[in-house]
C-alpha cells in the first residue's frame, strides 16, 4: 500500500493559501484539513479571513469554526484531533490538503511537538503579575534581550507566547528557541510543503487592501458582537483587540484601522521568519501557475 500523503500550503497572511488549497483538493479529489488557530472559532468569520460559504461549498473542509471563542483549545488538542482525522481520511484518500500560516500547529501535525523541561510555576505567576503591572511591552523587551530569535519568530503580541518564552528561557537558563525542532515524531504520512511568498511590498498591499475589505464586509460589527468576550484568549489577536480598544474610546477608529493594518504585516513578517526556518520546504511566487505547482508535487511523489 502507497505511504499516504500530506500536502501542506504555508505562507504569510493574505498570500492566497486558501484559493491554492482549494484548487489542489479539487484536482486530487480530496479534502482539506485547515491549521488556521484563528479559523477555528465559529464566532470570528471576517477578521480572521476564514473561507467562505462558497469556497467552503467547492471542497470539503475539517476544522473550520468547530469551536467556540469559550473553548479552551490549544496547539496539543489540535495535534491529537487533526492526527486522528487523518488517520480517518486516510482510509478513503491517498493525499489529503492542510492549508494554514499558524506555523506551531502546522509544525504539531507535520512534526510533533516539542519537549520542554518542567520549569518552576512561580516563574509564570510573577510574569503574569508584571503583565497586568507593566503591561506586554515590558515582557517583550526581555524576551528581545533573552531570547532574540524567538523574538523575532513567536506571535510577539500574544501575551500567553510571550510569557510561555520567557519562563523557559528564566527557568531553564536556556533560550526558548534552543529547544525548538530536537526531535521530529515519525509520522505515517509523507508530507510535501508548500510555501507561497512575494514581494514584501506585495505582501503588505495585499494585507491592507484585505484589511480595508473586512471593514466593508462587516468586521466592525462583528467586533462589537464579541465585545462582552473580550478577555478571551481567541480575541487577542489582530483585527479585534484593535477595534476593541476603540470601541471603549481609546483609539479613533481611522487610528484602529492603521493598527491592524501594522499588526497584520508584522505578523506576516513573522510568519515567513517561521517558515523559512524549514528548507525543506517548496517556495513558489504567489502567482505562479497551478499546473507548475501540481507538477512540482508529482515529482516529489516519485
Known sequence: MKTPVLISIVGPTAIGKTALSIKLANYFNTEIISADSRQFFREMQIGTAAPTPSELSQAQHHFIHHKSITDNYNVGAFEKDALERLETLYKTYNKVIMVGGSGLYVDAVTKGLDDFPEVDPNIRIDLNARLEQHGLTDLQNQLKILDPNSFKSIAIDNPHRVIRALEICLGTGQAY???LNQKENKRPFKTITLGLTADREII????????????EEGLLNEVRQLLPYKEHNALNTVGYKELFNYLDGTWTL???ISEIKKNSRRFAKRQLTWFKRDKSILWFDYLTDNKKIIAEISNQLI
Do not use: K, L
Open 204 to 215: 503588505y498591499d495585499r494585507i491592507n487592501r484585505r484589511v480595508d475589505i473586512m471593514m
Open 254 to 256: 481611522d487610528f484602529a
Open 177 to 179: 528557541s534552543s529547544f
